[in-house]
């Protein structure tokens, strides 16, 4: 079926989530992952796409395929899980990346939360490219809660320094609600994930205000500028540049990890996936004494909603699935045709 979207202003087809996940994994295989970290990427880069997660999507797959041929990334790791104390899981993900290593480590992950209370996954040696919230909302869809943080590469300018050292280091965060979707926020720690200021430059667009400086450390509402030399700022000034600090620490002090700023991928043209380190802690709500926690997150929901919230996080998300799931996920024409183009030579 082909039609005009209103949604993309360009023709576009319409594909069921299982026939995007099969493209995408045929264009990955064909790239040198193995069967099964082909599929698990797949899925994740498709459930972005469902779900209106543009800069996380299939914007994604060339950089995907750039990283993979440069040799800097491991298609075909093998992530080893190492179950090292009652309510902590270590992966290393063997230089692969971070979602197949996330795979391996989430039953044991899941089993000690239960039986602790709590429980910690720290994922080393991984790279992730890719948006947060698909690592934490299964966990909500079972009645835990779930946090998990990752760093990135250096792009992002600490509040108070001249010059870059932070990744676009992102926290997301899910917790059951009684009636209803999870409850879910995922947000980078910058004014902007870097993919919105990539997506913003090849349209030709102009930033607002306050996003990112030049290479001379200028403000500047030059996508480009950002992108060549410059670098972005983190949200809220002090308070932000604390997250992603945070994040930094989390992700690559206590994993083994790399900081942002560690990796140098110089030697491998066309890498472009950060090579880092992610943490996920797990709570089994039951264990807080409180009355049934997914009907206390949806009492919290009801009275946000009535002092005027419009908007929850994650509500536009689920918004745009469920009007993937009507009518199919859609793809501009000229984009699902490199797509084909792409699993096939
Ligand atoms: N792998 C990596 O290293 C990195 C990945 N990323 C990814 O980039 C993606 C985009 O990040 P970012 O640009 O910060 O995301 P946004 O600023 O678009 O959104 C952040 C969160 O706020 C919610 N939200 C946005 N606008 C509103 C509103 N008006 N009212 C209520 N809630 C709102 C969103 O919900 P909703 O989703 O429903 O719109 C989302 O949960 C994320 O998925 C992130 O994981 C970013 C940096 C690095
Ligand atoms: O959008 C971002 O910011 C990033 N996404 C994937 C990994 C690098 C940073």
């Given at each position: 079926m082909s039609a005009s979207s209103p949604l993309v202003e360009t023709p576009c087809e319409y594909l069921s989530l299982p026939a995007l996940v099969q493209l995408l994994q045929a264009i990955l295989q064909r790239h040198g992952c193995s069967a099964e970290v082909a599929r698990c990427l797949a899925q994740n880069c498709a459930v972005a796409e469902r779900d209106g997660s543009h800069s996380h999507g299939i914007f994604r797959i060339p950089g995907y395929i750039s990283t993979l041929d440069s040799g800097w990334?491991?298609?075909?790791a093998l992530p080893v899980v190492e179950d090292v104390a009652p309510a902590f899981v270590r992966v290393d993900a063997a230089n692969g990346f971070a979602q197949p290593a996330l795979a391996v480590g989430r039953e044991l992950l899941v089993r000690k939360a239960r039986a602790a209370g709590i429980a910690v996954l720290a994922i080393r040696n991984s790279h992730h490219f890719a948006a947060l919230w698909p690592d934490v909302e299964p966990f909500a869809e079972e009645g835990l809660v779930a946090l998990s943080v990752v760093n990135s590469m250096t792009c992002v300018v600490p509040h108070g320094a001249d010059r870059p050292l932070f990744g676009t280091n992102p926290i997301a965060f899910a917790a059951p609600q009684a009636k209803g979707q999870p409850i879910v926020f995922d947000l980078a720690?910058?004014?902007?994930a870097h993919g919105d200021v990539q997506i913003a430059a090849s349209k030709g667009e102009r930033l607002p205000p306050g996003i990112g400086v030049d290479s001379l450390g200028q403000p500047t509402q030059d996508p480009r500028a950002i992108l060549e030399g410059g670098a972005l700022l983190p949200f809220g000034g002090h308070k932000g540049s604390a997250l992603s600090m945070m994040v930094e620490l989390l992700c690559a002090g206590l994993t083994g990890g790399h900081f942002s700023?560690?990796?140098?991928?110089?030697?491998?043209?066309?890498a472009k996936t950060p090579w880092t380190g992610q943490l996920l802690i797990v709570i089994d709500?039951?264990?807080?004494?409180?009355?049934d926690f997914a009907e206390r997150s949806q009492e919290l929901v009801r009275q946000m909603h009535a002092v005027g919230l419009k908007r929850l996080p994650g509500e536009r998300r689920h918004w745009q699935r469920a009007r993937s799931q009507e009518r199919g996920i859609a793809i501009a024409c000229e984009r699902l045709e490199q797509l084909r183009a792409l699993a096939q030579g």
């Open positions: 990334v491991d298609g075909r720690t910058s004014t902007i700023f560690e990796f140098d991928w110089s030697n491998h043209p066309g709500p039951s264990k807080g004494g409180g009355q």
